[in-house]
């Protein structure tokens, strides 16, 4: 395939090209609203811009950081109160579609990430069948990520993403 060698080059200039001015939307919410994609299969909202380590989507608004999940939650659920947690009932840190957020104490947190297996190594595993799998990495790819960003997403290696993205797809190796 020729795009092997410069992939994504072409979606990714003409994606932000197209969204520049929404980039720099004065109104956060709009900017937010710009940033992810949607999962066709799950419903996650998977968020596009930069991740912190733990695999939470990052959004800066009102000048201040906050995480887009956070963000997410107060927006369409209402007030964090001090001290709480926003919780993925997906188990998808880069998701922030609020319908798949709860509130929980930090202790909540910890436990239902120790119970789902995401301590202490902060994995990212993706929670899906490989055929949906390879449909969000197509869909993440399509939309212009990099290789890197469609793998930490997936919860994959970059070898697999390259693979698919490749057409050079092996099912056994997920
Ligand atoms: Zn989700």
Redesign the pocket.
């Known amino acids: 395939m020729s795009d092997t060698t410069t992939p994504a080059t072409a979606p990714r200039q003409r994606i932000q090209r197209r969204s520049r001015l929404v980039h720099r939307h004065p109104d956060p919410h709009v900017r937010f609203m710009s940033k992810w994609v949607e999962?066709e299969v799950?419903?996650?909202?998977i968020w596009q811009g930069s991740l912190n380590d733990a695999g939470y989507g990052r959004f800066a608004h009102d000048g201040r950081s906050n995480l887009a999940h956070r963000y997410s939650y107060q927006y369409f659920n209402g007030e964090i109160p001090d001290g709480a947690s926003v919780c993925?009932?997906?188990?998808?840190p880069a998701?922030?579609?609020p319908?798949?957020?709860w509130l929980g104490s930090q202790a909540d947190n910890m436990r239902d990430a120790s119970q789902k297996g995401r301590l202490p190594t902060g994995s990212r595993r993706y929670r899906g069948t490989p055929e949906h799998i390879v449909h969000l990495i197509r869909q993440l790819h399509d939309q212009g990520l990099r290789q890197k960003d469609v793998a930490a997403r997936a919860g994959v290696c970059v070898g697999t993403v390259y693979r698919i993205t490749s057409g050079l797809r092996h099912r056994e190796t997920y």
């Open positions: 999962d799950t419903g996650c909202w993925h009932s997906c188990d998808t998701c922030c579609n319908a798949h957020l």
